[in-house]
C-alpha cells in the first residue's frame, strides 16, 4: 500500500535530532483501571515504539496523558501513578512520576533531569484550563519541553492544551504511532481496494449521522446492526415492538440514510430477523422474528440467523473492511451470537481489515479475533472524525506549530 497523504506533509518524530533535547509528549495513557490495577494495558504498549526511539536517540522523555473525567479535580482513582508504574515494567526502566503536570516545581524536576530519562506527568484533566485549551496552561506545559511530539491518536479530534494548545509555543511533530493511524485509516478514505464494506452498529444514528453520510459515500456497502438498526427499520415502517428507537429526529436522520445510500448506489443491509427478549438481563427467555414484526413487549437485542448469513456472505466478497459497533448486547451470552459471527467473519476475510471504537475492539478481544484483524485503531472517535471527513485539531495544531 502507499503512503497515505494523510502522512506525507506531517512533520515526523523520525526526521528529528532530539540528542539531548527535552522532548514533551502527548500520550494517551487513559486505559481502565480497577483498584490501582489496570485492565487492559494496550494504549501504554501502543505508545512504547515512540518512548524507546526517543530514549534511545537520549532525549529527556517527559510523558503527559489525560485519565477518564474527573472534571478539573484532584480524582485520587484517576491517577496516572499505577501508569507509571506498569510503563516501567514494559520498557524495563525506570520511570519517574511527577505528582502534577504544570508548575516551578514540576519545572525544576524537568530541568534536572538526564538525557534518557523518562518522566510522567500526572493528569493534565486534574486542571479544568486542559479541556478548556487555555493558553497560559498551553504555554505552561510547553515550558517543560524543546519539542512537543503528539502521539495521542485517540485525542487529536480534540482541541485541548495539552494536545493542541501546546503546538503553539514550541515545535511539533508526530509520533510512530499517530503516523502509522493515519496512515492505516487514509487507506479507508483514500484508495480502498474494493468491493468496500463497512459494519455500523451501537445505539443512535444521531452520533453517527456524520460518519454514516461520509461511508455510504466512500464504501459499496453499509452493514447496519446494533439498536440503531431498529431506528433505520422504524423508517421503513416496519413494526419494531418495544425495541429502542431514537426519539427525535432519529427516525428522520435514518431516512436521509436510507436515501442517499441509493443516490449513492450503496447497498445498505439492514437486520432480516433479530433476536428478541422481554428484558435487557441474563437468562431470559429468547425468541427469532423477523425483524419488520416485533411484537409488542419484545425487543430486539441482536442480530438473528439469517441476518448473520447474509452479513457473512456479503463481508466474505469484501476486499477492506471497517467495523464500527457491536451487532447486539454482546456482553451477555443470550445476545452474542450476532457479534461474535462478525467477529468471526472481519477475522477471516483476507483483505484489508479495520476495527475502530472501543466495544468493537472490546468484542475483537473477547471473541480471540484480534490478532487477525489488518488494523486496529487505538481511537474510535478520532477514527469516526476522520472518516467523516473533519479536521482533526491536534494533526492541525502540528502543521501550524513555530518551526
Not at 78 to 84: D, E, H, I, W
Not at 274 to 286: I, N, R, S, Y
Not at 355 to 382: C, E, L, M, P
Amino acid at each position: 500500500m502507499t503512503s497515505s497523504s494523510f502522512v506525507r506533509d506531517l512533520p515526523s518524530i523520525s526526521g528529528e535530532q532530539v540528542a539531548g533535547k527535552r522532548v514533551l509528549v502527548r500520550v494517551d495513557f487513559n486505559v481502565p483501571i480497577v483498584d490501582g490495577e489496570i485492565q487492559d494495558d494496550n494504549r501504554i504498549q501502543a505508545a512504547m515504539t515512540t518512548i524507546d526511539h526517543l530514549v534511545r536517540q537520549d532525549a529527556t522523555v517527559i510523558l503527559m496523558s489525560h485519565l477518564g473525567r474527573p472534571k478539573g479535580q484532584r480524582v485520587e482513582e484517576l491517577s496516572l501513578r499505577p501508569v507509571a508504574e506498569r510503563l516501567s515494567e514494559l520498557i524495563e526502566r525506570p520511570v519517574s512520576f511527577i505528582d502534577d503536570c504544570v508548575g516551578e516545581r514540576v519545572e525544576a524536576i524537568v530541568r534536572d533531569a538526564e538525557p534518557g530519562d523518562i518522566l510522567l506527568l500526572e493528569n493534565t484533566r486534574f486542571h479544568p484550563e486542559d479541556t478548556a485549551n487555555d493558553p497560559e496552561f498551553a504555554r505552561q506545559l510547553a515550558r517543560l519541553g524543546d519539542l512537543f511530539v503528539n502521539d495521542a491518536f485517540g485525542t487529536v479530534h480534540r482541541s485541548n492544551a495539552s494536545t493542541t494548545g501546546v503546538a503553539a509555543y514550541i515545535p511539533a511533530v508526530a509520533g510512530f504511532l499517530v503516523e502509522h493511524e493515519l496512515q492505516q485509516l487514509g487507506h479507508l478514505v483514500e484508495a480502498p481496494n474494493r468491493p468496500f464494506a463497512c459494519i455500523v452498529g451501537g445505539l443512535k444514528v444521531s452520533d453517527k449521522i456524520g460518519v454514516l453520510e461520509n461511508l455510504v459515500t466512500l464504501a459499496d456497502s453499509v452493514l447496519i446492526g446494533g439498536a440503531m438498526a431498529n431506528t433505520f427499520l422504524a423508517a421503513k415502517g416496519a413494526d419494531v415492538g418495544s425495541s429502542y428507537v431514537e426519539d427525535g429526529d432519529g427516525i428522520k436522520l435514518a431516512q436521509q440514510i436510507i436515501d442517499l445510500a441509493e443516490e449513492e448506489d450503496c447497498s445498505l443491509l439492514l437486520p432480516l430477523d433479530v433476536v428478541v427478549a422481554q428484558k435487557l438481563a441474563e437468562g431470559q427467555e429468547t425468541q427469532v422474528v423477523p425483524a419488520d414484526k416485533i411484537p409488542d413487549g419484545w425487543m430486539a437485542l441482536d442480530i438473528g440467523p439469517r441476518t448473520r448469513m447474509l452479513y457473512i456472505v456479503h463481508l466474505a466478497d469484501a476486499h477492506t473492511i471497517f467495523w464500527n459497533g457491536p451487532m447486539g448486547v454482546f456482553e451477555i451470552e443470550e445476545f452474542a451470537d450476532g457479534t461474535r459471527a462478525i467477529a468471526d467473519a472481519v477475522a477471516d476475510n483476507p483483505g484489508f481489515t479495520v476495527i475502530g471504537g472501543g466495544d468493537s475492539v472490546a468484542a475483537a478481544n473477547q471473541f480471540k479475533v484480534a490478532d487477525r484483524i489488518s488494523h486496529i485503531s487505538t481511537g474510535g472517535g478520532a477514527a469516526l472524525a476522520l472518516l467523516e471527513g473533519e479536521s482533526l485539531p491536534g494533526i492541525e495544531a502540528i502543521l501550524e506549530a513555530p518551526l
